[in-house]
């Protein structure tokens, strides 16, 4: 497993060490983010609850199933719509905690030290300012432009789709491709200032998250892109399993939570053995730095 940490990885290694690593420490990768994000779910399943969504299966009302599954998640919508955003605001405050949790757990893996879930939690707690006030700014970015590029792709479209409905549609089309493209090129030569900000303690990050990503971007998106149909894909099909038996039920959205946690493991490892892999890339000596500091603390 260390010689794995000592040199750059390919494409396929990048993923298979991920899942390595998930197989071998899943439980304590877990137990990670169910300390950090279990709290919400259980209080986002209590305020359901009490709102007076069914526990064990919630039906609407309809002429047959398929409608009385889609009337009961309308009605499921109707009364999580005052949590929701509660719930997103302390979603993006604690998953940064996760990940730089998990950063400080691929430490001491590298270096064969023992750890737990409580250890390397509370190392990431010690950074939550700067995280929380970095997640905040790149969501500003991220809302800024997407109004910016919602006006940018409707005006041309409607200017367009009143002499001719279908080229306004198409470029409607070709424009959200192309501009949503480059916006996830940009946020991927950002999304490794978590790493910057837990082990450097700059801030807000994103000028050495630039610099680590320099020529690695492509890669570095797809890596990304595969991770995440993965995940979405196992995330999916387990949703629509129990969403079919349960309906939209409380049962139903803590077993969706459970899988969003498991998947949000998955993502926190890969994005750590991607940021070690950049880190040796671009500076070895600085990680071998970094390493051998922690191991003396």
């Known amino acids: 497993m260390k010689d794995q940490f000592s040199r750059a990885k390919g494409f396929s290694e990048i993923l298979d060490h991920t899942f390595q690593l998930c197989k071998r420490h899943f439980s304590t990768f877990f137990l990670i983010f169910l300390i950090i994000l279990g709290p919400v779910f259980l209080l986002e399943a209590l305020f359901l609850m009490a709102s007076g969504t069914s526990f064990f299966r919630q039906m609407g009302s309809g002429s047959n199933w398929f409608e ?15 949590s929701d955003y509660l719930i997103g605001f302390v979603m993006l405050a604690l998953t940064p905690i996760g990940y730089a949790a ?26 939550f300012w700067p995280l929380f006030g970095s997640s905040i700014i790149i969501a500003a970015i991220l809302i800024g432009i997407i109004i910016v590029v919602a006006l940018f792709i409707t005006i041309p479209g409607v200017i367009m789709g009143m002499g001719d409905p279908l080229s306004g549609i198409i470029l409607g089309i070709v424009l959200f491709l192309v501009i949503g ?74 077993i969706v939570d459970l899988v969003a946690i498991l998947t949000s493991m998955i993502t926190a490892v890969a994005y750590a053995v ?18 051998d500091d922690y191991q003396n603390n």
């Open 181 to 254: 493209l480059a916006i996830s090129l940009l946020f991927t030569r950002w999304s490794f200032y978590l790493g910057t900000i837990v082990f450097e303690e700059g801030f807000p990050g994103f000028a050495e998250s630039w610099r680590l990503t320099k020529k690695h971007t492509w890669r570095i998106f797809f890596l990304f892109l595969i991770v995440i149909l993965i995940t979405t894909i196992v995330g999916g099909a387990i949703e629509a399993v129990f969403t079919l038996i349960l309906g939209n039920s409380v049962l139903h959205i803590i």
């Open 68 to 82: 009385q599954i889609l009337s009961g998640y309308d009605e499921s919508l109707s009364n999580s719509a005052g």
């Open 102 to 127: 998990v950063l400080f757990a691929i430490i001491k893996i590298r270096n064969d030290e023992k750890f737990t879930a409580g250890t390397v939690i509370k190392k990431g707690f010690s950074r």
């Open 274 to 291: 991607i940021y070690f892999d950049l880190k040796l890339r671009q500076d070895g000596d600085d990680l071998r730095e970094m390493i």
